[in-house]
């Protein structure tokens, strides 16, 4: 009797504690991840930060039609397309892995989280890219002594974005590439080049993207110009809808970076757009 008596005297002191003891976890501050930076796993050409979900496996179609200043002789770009199909997959939460095809080069790729932007803490996300490519366009028939390791491009880039707000990401894209085989006898082999994007949002659905890249090292006679891409992402359910304009037809990273012909001054500009489909 004397032990139940106790236990009723005492359950409201141990309940309290518990309380007290419960209200202390519960205040523990946690540290929370800045989401959906970007919503496309690409700004309009330049990668962004947004990685592929674990187990989730993209479909991607990114398709460049010719230049719209061939007027209709070229029915405004539609008969001198490029498209490429990538298949994408999210291994890891942070590690994602693709392989890619075009008419320009075969592209196999990793891009892999390094940091998390954190609200009220670390202000940037901070991924890696790095891609293996093979030229597609070199023709033994053209260069007789061509060797397989001649197709080979590397590509290495840093990617660190901030969402500023509900509405503004901006990114920046240090690169490096290198290129087996330049087609300008005064252009290094190695070369290096800045990208920067951001997307802005306009509605629940819809936001507007531009990117641009910078070449470091270009040759005084190259041919080559620095590409820019302005386009509006809209999601729709199950997939991003990329639709844009860009002053490259090219759409692997050294293709765009190194090779863009061009020109918006001149209205020599190509629609595009990318869409993925993830399953």
Do not use: C
Not at 58 to 78: M, N, P, Q, T, W
Not at 87 to 96: I, N, R, V
């Amino acid at each position: 009797m004397k032990k139940l008596l106790l236990a009723f005297l005492f359950f409201p002191v141990l309940t309290f504690a518990q309380d007290d003891l419960l209200s202390g976890v519960d205040s523990v501050a946690t540290k929370e991840t800045v989401q959906s930076a970007f919503k496309g796993l690409k700004i309009v050409n330049i990668e962004s930060t947004k990685l592929a979900a674990k187990g989730d496996l993209y479909f991607i179609v990114a398709h460049r039609f010719g230049s719209i200043k061939d007027d209709f002789e070229g029915f405004y770009g539609l008969d001198n397309a490029v498209t490429q199909l990538k298949f994408l997959y999210g291994l890891t939460e942070w590690l994602t892995i693709s392989g890619a095809r075009s008419e320009m080069a075969y592209d196999f790729s990793l891009k892999y989280g390094l940091q998390s932007q954190i609200k009220d803490g670390f202000p940037f996300a901070i991924a890696g890219f790095s891609s293996l490519a093979i030229n597609n366009t070199l023709k033994e028939s053209n260069y007789p002594k061509l060797k397989f390791d001649n197709r080979l491009i590397y590509v290495q880039q840093l990617l660190i974005s901030r969402k500023f707000n509900d509405k503004l990401s901006l990114e920046l894209a240090p690169t490096v590439f290198h290129e087996n085989f330049v087609d300008n006898d005064d252009q290094n082999n190695t070369q290096y080049a800045i990208g920067m994007g951001g997307r802005y949002k306009l509605g629940k659905r819809w936001s507007v993207n531009v990117d641009y890249a910078a070449h470091l090292n270009r040759a005084s006679s190259s041919i080559y110009k620095n590409p820019l891409s302005v386009g509006v992402d809209l999601e729709t359910g199950g997939h991003v809808f990329q639709m844009h304009f860009t002053s490259s037809q090219q759409i692997h990273e050294a293709g765009f970076l190194g090779q863009t012909t061009g020109d918006w001054g001149k209205g020599d500009i190509f629609f595009g757009f990318n869409l993925a489909r993830v399953f």
